[in-house]
């Protein structure tokens, strides 16, 4: 069974409690499970990983290299920032779906950048954290290889 990575990157470790006017009161551990149900339903095998750290979330993009297909990520507040994760990315070479539980386009203008999405496969982005069962469901289809069916 093809493997996937969800990453999640800084604060999201306090989903549930965090501003839940904005990110919902699901936890980390919520989402965990949604994306593992997710992901077997359309036949990925699901690796979960969250860090606050930049460089810890380097090494893993590195430690992923050859071993999973695809990849979703949510580099929460690094999005805006981060070249480094952007250039990991690249090393890492699967498709990858990029996802922001709000909407980062109705938010402060420093959130309107972001240094993925140039080069990601798609973007999903204000749907709450149902977002990452779209990202899954969209990365199955790429590593499947039938995307040309929705294109
Ligand atoms: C976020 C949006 C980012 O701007 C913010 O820094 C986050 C979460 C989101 O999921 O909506 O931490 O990526």
């Known amino acids: 069974m093809p493997v996937i990575a969800v990453v999640n990157g800084p604060n999201l470790d306090r989903l549930g409690t965090r501003e839940p006017g904005i990110y919902g009161t699901e ?3 919520d989402v965990e499970l949604r994306c593992r149900d997710a ?3 359309v036949g990925l095998d699901t690796r979960f990983f969250q860090s606050n750290g930049e460089g810890a979330l380097v090494d893993h993009l590195h430690d992923l290299v050859g071993a999973v297909d695809g990849l979703v990520i949510n580099a929460a507040a690094y999005t805006h920032t981060s070249v480094a994760i952007r250039d990991a990315l690249q090393v890492l ?3 990858f779906v990029e996802v922001h539980i709000s909407n980062v386009h109705a938010r402060e203008s420093f959130r309107h950048t972001s240094y993925l999405s140039d080069i990601a496969a798609g973007v999903i982005v204000g749907c709450g954290t149902q ?3 779209f990202a899954i469901q969209r990365l199955a289809r790429l590593v499947h290889g039938d995307a040309a069916k929705d294109e």
Request: aromatic letters at 8%.
């Open 27 to 29: 936890t980390l551990a």
């Open 131 to 133: 977002g990452y069962e």
């Open 39 to 41: 992901g077997s339903a």
């Open 93 to 95: 070479d699967v498709p």
